[in-house]
């Protein structure tokens, strides 16, 4: 081989070389991330989960036994108040009552011009209104107007005063039927439930970190699992003292009544609810992942003259994706948020949070936004 071949191979090699050093370099390059400080609002919200209920709901039974007779409504009927839903076979409470009337008529007569007369009247009267009362117990009637929300009993069976004792019950309505009292939800328990649909709610359980936030009056908003896009609005308007431990998490019922309902919502469906619980209006905000907090001190790293430098903050309204700032940073200001780093091979970059640069100097890391 001559020498001039040589020459070319040797120099060949050693281009070879400098390029793969080069490439290296690349590998070994940092980017540095950055956000920039605006302005604007930012809000902060907890949330929970919780079923569509009614508030003025009820479980309604007959204040008597007997044999149902009649059923005047069924599951999704609307109703006004007062109005006939149920009656048992009254023919023995009638009877009852025609011979407690005469029996009192007859006191009446008699006077009560002796102890043992006006003992006499007493009895008869008291006996008179307790039958009265009998035979308008074998009637049902709706307490105020609403929704039947499910019929938990059939024409010829029994009731034994608290609700149906025998007989095949009708089906309930898709939906949350009330309990017995003013509360709602739950599943009834009454021969008719009744729920007032134009008074709504939810109880969400928030946990002991949120609750603190939480006072009544706080708006929200709800979304509805079934109902995609769907929203409704309401507020806070209890909170539980007294906490509920599941599987060793303590939450806290609060119940969210209802401003305004889309007409698609019904009781029982799923829902997920946000209270705000702080707002803050034109005001310089950072993204919440740029910020750490160690020692109970909040900081952020600017980007000034190429240098990453730790600088500490006053905080004010946190929000799931901005933070308020309310001292620290300016507007404008250009912020290192925390990354993972990825080391790459070949001509693949390797992306860096902080300190970059070049090795073995002091390169000015990118600034790409």
Known sequence: MTN?????????????????????EVASETVTRTVTAG??????????????????????????SGTVEHIYVKAGDKVRKDDILARLDDAAAQESLSAARATY???????????????????????YREAQRTAAATVLRAPFGGTVTAVNGAVGGSSNGSG????????QSTGQSGQSGQSGGGSGSGFIDLADTGKLQLVGTFTESDISKLKVGQAATVTF??????????????????????????????????????????LGQTTTVEVVTGEAENVISVPSTAISTSGGQNTVTLLKNGRQVRTPVEVGVQGASLTEIK????????????????????????QGGFGGGFPGGGGVPGGGR
């Open 327 to 350: 001292s620290g940073v300016s507007e404008g200001d250009q912020i290192v948020p925390p990354a993972t780093t990825t080391t790459g091979t070949g001509n693949n970059q390797r």
């Open 39 to 64: 302005r604007g609002t930012v809000t902060a919200s907890v949330s929970a989960s919780g079923a569509v209920e009614s508030s003025k709901s009820r479980a309604l039974t007959f204040g008597t």
């Open 164 to 171: 149906t004792s025998s007989g095949t019950s009708t089906t």
């Open 4 to 24: 001039g071949a040589l020459s070319v191979l040797l120099l060949g090699g050693v281009a070879f070389a400098y390029a793969q050093l080069g490439t290296g």
């Open 225 to 266: 699992d079934a109902l995609p896009g769907v929203t409704a609005t309401g507020k806070v308007t209890q909170i539980e003292p007294v906490a509920a431990t599941s599987n060793n998490v303590v939450q806290y019922p609060v119940t969210i009544s209802f401003t305004k309902v889309p007409n698609q919502v019904r």
């Open 105 to 127: 008529n007859s006191a009446v007569d008699d006077g009560t011009s002796t102890a043992q007369l006006y003992a006499a009247y007493i009895k008869a009267r008291n006996a």
